[in-house]
């Protein structure tokens, strides 16, 4: 069964120090994995996925199919950033997003 | 370009009642996708759409329907409502089904059950 898990409910930080979100799925296959963003009073938008390899808004993510992980950093992290994040798994089928339950990331000046 | 719309924006119904839900996709979109998010959770899946046909769908009862239609706009239909049908639905919308294709999200339709 596919299954996403992000085990931080909640995740407090400094204004410029590192974040790290944690991502980890379970899935026999190939997966393509998403990170997904709300911000307050946004609609729930497409953050970055692991095929673009890119950095958005500082944010990078890897994925580690060893450790069936998709980890979102960023090094500085800053008050804007204060979201909610989902991490996501398609497993290839196209149709079906399995999204984790989501990290509340509150930045503090 | 407005972006997947949904409506209605929120709607209050009692148990045992139906309701329906609506959403346009982005201009050029093909696929429609319907997620159910309870408070605290992240969104579940329920059905997507592609060239109006059904492509897939999630642990739901029969009592949730979908169809899409020749301009690739899509309800959805919830039969004999239950309170834990309180939920916030999410409309998603991709240019095609391929997996690595981002999904675009509406705002969403606040379902409260009373």
């Known amino acids: 069964a596919q299954r996403v898990t992000q085990p931080e409910k909640l995740l407090s930080v400094f204004k410029g120090a590192p974040v790290e979100l944690k991502c980890n799925y379970s899935?026999?296959?190939?997966?393509?994995l998403f990170w997904y963003v709300q911000y307050s009073r946004q609609r729930l938008q497409l953050l970055l996925r692991?095929?673009s390899r890119e950095s958005i808004k500082g944010f990078t993510a890897d994925l580690n199919k060893g450790e069936t992980s998709f980890h979102l950093k960023k090094p500085f992290a800053q008050e804007e950033d204060s979201a909610m994040y989902y991490c996501?798994?398609?497993?290839?089928?196209?149709?079906?997003?399995?999204f984790g339950k989501g990290t509340s990331l509150l930045v503090t000046p | 370009d407005a972006g997947v719309t949904q409506s209605p924006t929120h709607l209050i119904k009692t148990r045992g009642q139906h309701v329906t839900l609506r959403c346009s996709p982005i201009?050029?979109?093909?696929?429609v996708s319907w997620y159910q998010q309870v408070l605290g959770q992240g969104p579940q899946f329920i059905f997507q759409?592609?060239?109006?046909?059904?492509?897939g769908r999630g642990n739901f009862p029969d009592r949730f329907s979908a169809r899409q239609f020749p301009n690739y706009s899509s309800e959805l239909n919830v039969n004999a409502l239950l309170l834990g049908d309180s939920a916030l639905y999410l409309c998603?919308?991709?240019?095609?089904?391929?997996?690595?294709?981002?999904?675009?999200f509406g705002d969403g339709t606040r379902l409260s059950i009373l």
């Open positions: 998603a919308s991709s240019l095609g089904g391929q997996s690595n294709q981002p999904q675009h």
């Open positions: 201009s050029g979109h093909k696929s």
């Open positions: 692991h095929i």
């Open positions: 996501a798994l398609n497993s290839g089928s196209g149709y079906a997003l399995n």
């Open positions: 759409y592609y060239e109006k046909e059904e492509r």
């Open positions: 899935y026999s296959g190939s997966p393509e």
